[in-house]
Nanobody
Framework: QVQLVESGGGTVQAGGSLRLSCDAS????????MGWFRQAPGKEREFVVA????????TYADSVKGRFTISRDNGKITVYLRMNSLKPEDTAVYYC??????????????????WGQGTQVTVSS
């Protein structure tokens, strides 16, 4: 069982930056592809970004390309999401997720078996 805990959310003005962290409870987090999803009020949860087990591959949603960067530190069992040039439409609860089974990076929620509780990001205009 993997437990994921997100942190780093908050309120920021448009154009600002935040860095989210996702701490995992197991030493074998290097066996998991990791992803970030988000859910805005009244909307379905959507894919943001994912990173491979080694950290060598990443995939981003078009809406965040060039502004968000995912990274991981398997030694610290942590995944980071650096968010720059934030926009009001980035306002959402951000969730960290872990996938152990798939050989590929996935944009689909169903691929990820483990989820954190989420951290709120609010971008004011």
């Amino acid at each position: 069982q993997v437990q994921l805990v997100e942190s780093g959310g908050g309120t920021v003005q448009a154009g600002g930056s935040l860095r989210l962290s996702c701490d995992a409870s197991v030493r074998t987090v290097g066996s998991y592809n990791m992803g970030w999803f988000r859910q805005a009020p009244g909307k379905e949860r959507e894919f943001v970004v994912a990173i491979s087990r080694s950290g060598g591959s990443t995939t981003y949603a078009d809406s965040v390309k060039g502004r968000f960067t995912i990274s991981r530190d398997n030694g610290k069992i942590t995944v980071y999401l650096r968010m720059n040039s934030l926009k009001p439409e980035d306002t959402a609860v951000y969730y960290c997720a872990a996938d152990r089974r798939s050989p590929y990076l996935s944009h689909y929620e169903v691929t990820y078996a483990y989820w954190g509780q989420g951290t709120q990001v609010t971008v004011s205009s």
